[in-house]
């Protein structure tokens, strides 16, 4: 478990985390959400010792990380993939790892194949790799030490379609065998898919917290996208129960919770062909509640 209470960290006049509490659980995906500059990677670097906290603290398990023995076969961290000598090749960044670690070399082997990279990659040296390669040996570096948690800044950067489908999958497999995640990103939709709770933060605020469902709850009315045999048809009948509506693509996005819809054309005897979540709420509520740090010119590094 993740415990970050009341923490602050100042550089100056400039206050780039204020005041956040938060618990990651175990057996969950916890989800760190904020716009660039938000205060994520800040928070992070505080968690793992590498910034003094101005005021408050982040005990993992219960201790300040500092004085976790032997931390890396308890806590796994990414926080930049590329923090690693260039010139060294990926089998001995791992291996200087897991000898750090107390652990074997087959050790090596086994996260290698994890995250599929073969063995004339693993060869190459860093500087050779691509960035969805140093991601995928940034995951095998926190995994090495078969930690119970894991605290992952920006993990899918550089990953393609499939290499991000593949994280996902193997961090849910992780919380779900009793491990703590938390992912840091600045973009929803990669972990909206995976995450059992999610902070969204802004200028070092924490904005809003909760599982998915709280976090649309407090956006306002759900909605729903639907496509039927008969869309005018279907349209009246929501209309007639008073439910707002309007034409989306092919069929309609409805202000009302997909069962509602589902039932209505139940009712009226219309062959419904597609019916899912809207999706758009909890970005739009995201964007609303984070809209002051929209702009241009806003650099994680400068502020995070």
Do not use: C
Not at 53 to 73: E, K, L
Not at 265 to 272: F, K, N, P, R
């Amino acid at each position: 478990m993740i415990q970050v209470e009341g923490l602050t960290r100042t550089y100056g006049g400039f206050t780039a985390v204020d005041d956040i509490s938060f618990v990651a659980q175990p057996g969950r995906v916890t989800g760190f959400l904020g716009p660039n500059g938000a205060g994520k990677t800040t928070t992070m670097r505080v968690m793992v010792g590498l910034t003094p906290p101005s005021r408050g603290r982040v005990t993992i398990g219960g201790h300040v990380y500092h004085d976790i023995p032997n931390p890396g076969r308890h806590v796994g961290v990414l926080l930049d993939a590329s923090a690693q000598h260039a010139g060294r090749s990926g089998r001995e960044i791992l291996t200087i790892g897991a000898r750090t670690m107390g652990l074997p070399d087959a050790r090596v082997d086994e996260m290698l194949a994890l995250v599929s990279l073969s063995p004339e990659e693993s060869k190459r040296r860093l500087r050779n790799y691509s960035l969805g390669m140093k991601q995928r040996l940034g995951i095998a570096h926190a995994l090495l030490g078969d930690p119970s948690v894991l605290i992952l800044d920006e993990p899918a950067n550089g990953l393609d379609p499939a290499g991000i489908r593949w994280m996902r999958g193997l961090l849910k497999g992780y919380a779900d065998r009793g491990g703590t995640v938390l992912l840091s990103s600045h973009l929803l939709h990669e972990v909206e898919m995976i995450a059992d709770e999610m902070i969204l933060i802004g200028r070092g605020k924490i904005v809003a917290q909760g599982d998915k469902k709280t976090l649309l709850d407090r956006g306002g009315a759900p909605s729903t996208l639907v496509t039927s045999l008969d869309n005018g048809a279907l349209a009246a009948a929501l209309q007639g129960k008073g439910i707002p509506l309007v034409a989306a693509g092919e069929g309609l996005k409805v202000e009302a919770p997909a069962v509602e819809v589902g039932r209505t054309a139940l009712e009226a005897g219309i062959v419904l062909t597609d019916l899912r979540f809207g999706g758009a709420g909890l970005e739009e509520l995201f964007l609303e509640l984070t809209s002051d740090t929209q702009r241009e010119g806003h650099i994680e590094g400068a502020s995070a």
